[in-house]
Structures are given as structure tokens and as C-alpha cells.
């Protein structure tokens, strides 16, 4: 009885570990897309430098306001499916803001 049990925690404990590494990747990704885009690169190639260190299937957006440009990275970390199938998907996201180098 204790077997099973102890199985469906360290799933669920390791579900929890892709979420935080989703978290901090998307971080990355805010933070890689917002330096990119204040360094002068264009929006695309801005967002396409944030993708290559995002999670899979994430959405980055960019604005510019003034002197600083704001970058907000966003993506889904589906549950573990199997018996978790009722747990449901996770929505992580990051802002970041850099300002415009001259």
C-alpha cells in the first residue's frame, strides 16, 4: 500500500520540478528578448533570440514605451497526464524591461 502511494508523490513531486524549470526558462526568455530588442535588434529576431530559450510552445511579446522596452514571455506546462490526468495545465509567465542603448 505504501508503494503506490510513494510513486504517485514522486510523480507529483517531479511535475512540480518541470513547472519551476518552465518558470525559470521563461524568465530567461523575457529577460534574453528584452536585452536583444533595447540592443536595436528587431522585433523578430528579438522574439526568435527569446524562443530558442523558451519552453516549447510559448508566446513572447514585445513593446516599446518611451525609452524601455517591456518583453513578456508566457507558455503552458500540461499536467503529467496517466492517473494526474485530472491535475490541470500551469500557466507561467515573466515581464521584463531593459532600457533602449543608444
Known amino acids: 500500500m ?3 502511494l510513494l510513486v504517485a508523490v514522486t510523480i507529483g513531486l517531479v511535475w512540480l520540478l518541470s513547472v519551476g524549470a518552465a518558470q525559470v ?4 526568455a523575457a529577460r534574453e ?3 536583444a530588442a533595447a540592443r536595436g535588434e528587431d522585433e523578430a529576431a528579438a522574439v ?3 524562443l530558442t530559450v523558451a519552453p ?3 508566446r513572447i511579446t514585445v513593446a516599446t514605451s518611451g525609452d524601455t ?3 513578456r514571455a508566457s507558455g503552458q506546462v500540461d499536467g503529467p497526464g496517466g492517473l494526474f ?3 490541470p495545465a500551469v500557466e507561467v509567465h515573466a515581464d521584463a524591461v531593459a532600457a533602449v542603448e543608444p
Open 85 to 87: 490526468g485530472f491535475l
Open 69 to 71: 522596452v517591456t518583453a
Open 2 to 4: 505504501a508503494v503506490p
Open 56 to 58: 516549447p510552445g510559448s
Open 25 to 28: 526558462r521563461t524568465v530567461d
Open 48 to 50: 526568435a533570440r527569446g
Open 33 to 35: 528578448t528584452a536585452r
